[in-house]
C-alpha cells in the first residue's frame, strides 16, 4: 500500500513542508515491524499528539465555557478526546483509509478498529505540530476534533444519560446484554444489546464489554431523539 500524500493533504487542508511526518504517522506498528527495525511508526507522534490535544481542548473548553466548573470541564473533555471519539472524527475525514498496517492487522480487521485509529489520529497531531507548529495543529483540532461538542459528549457516559432520559418514565429495567462475543482473545469484539422492559431500544459493538454497552446507548439516545423531533 503507497499513501496518496497529497490527497490526505487536500483533505485535512494542511500541506507538509516534510511529508516524512505524515507517513510517519500513518505507519502501525505493525507494519514497521514487518518492515524492519529501521521503520519508524507512529507510537512517538501519538504521544506527543496526545499532548497537543490535551492542552488545546483544555484551552478551549476553559475559553468557551466560562460557567462550568473544573469537574465539568474534565468530563467534558474526557468526553471529546476518548477513543470511541476520537475514531469517529478521523473517519469523518476517512483517515482510516491511509493508515499502513501489516498483513496480520489488516486481515483481522486494524483497519476498522477505534484503537487504530484514534491512535493515527493522535499521530497525525503531533506530525502536523512538529511541521507546522502550534498554531497550526490548533486549527486542525479546532477544525477535527472540538466540534458538535453536544453530540460528541454523550460517548462519555451513554448508560447514565440513557438512564436519567427514560427514569421520568413507567418503572421498566433497563439491562444490557452481551449477544454475541467474537474474534481471539487479544483481539475480542463483543455485542450487545440494551432492552428497556422486553423491549430491544439499542445495539452496539465495542473491543470491550463497558465500550459495546456504552455504544448501544448511544444507540438507543440517537432513536430517541430522532422520535422526540
Avoid at 469523518?92 to 483497519?111: H, P, S
Avoid at 479546532?142 to 448508560?159: C, P, T, V
Avoid at 439499542?202 to 423531533?229: F, Y
Wanted: negative net charge; charged residues 30%.
Amino acid at each position: 500500500m503507497n499513501i496518496d500524500v497529497s490527497k490526505l493533504e487536500r483533505i485535512i487542508g494542511y500541506e507538509f513542508k516534510n511529508t516524512e511526518y505524515l507517513i510517519t504517522a500513518m505507519t502501525h506498528k505493525s507494519y514497521a515491524f514487518e518492515k524492519g527495525r529501521n521503520t519508524k511508526n507512529n507510537e512517538r507522534l501519538e504521544f506527543l499528539g496526545d499532548a497537543v490535544l490535551e492542552l488545546v481542548s483544555s484551552d478551549f473548553l476553559f475559553r468557551s465555557y466560562k460557567d462550568k466548573s473544573e469537574g465539568q470541564m474534565t468530563k467534558l473533555r474526557a468526553a471529546l478526546v476518548c477513543e470511541p471519539t476520537l475514531a469517529m472524527d478521523a473517519r469523518d475525514f476517512g483517515l482510516q483509509n491511509f493508515i499502513y498496517l501489516g498483513v496480520g492487522e489488516e486481515k483481522t480487521g486494524g483497519r476498522n478498529r477505534d484503537s487504530i485509529v484514534s491512535d493515527a489520529l493522535e499521530a497525525l497531531i503531533g506530525a502536523i505540530y512538529l511541521d507546522g507548529g502550534f498554531d497550526v495543529a490548533e486549527q486542525f483540532i479546532i477544525k477535527y476534533i472540538l466540534n458538535d461538542i453536544e453530540r460528541k459528549k454523550l460517548f462519555y457516559d451513554s448508560k447514565t444519560v440513557l438512564q436519567e432520559r427514560l427514569a421520568g418514565n413507567d418503572k421498566e429495567e433497563l439491562k444490557y446484554v452481551i449477544v454475541d462475543e467474537r474474534g481471539p482473545q487479544h483481539l475480542k469484539e463483543y455485542e450487545v444489546e440494551v432492552f428497556y422492559g422486553d423491549k430491544v431500544i439499542g445495539h452496539g459493538v465495542g473491543s470491550t464489554k463497558k465500550k459495546a454497552e456504552q455504544m448501544a446507548a448511544m444507540d438507543a439516545l440517537n432513536k430517541i431523539n430522532i422520535r422526540n423531533k
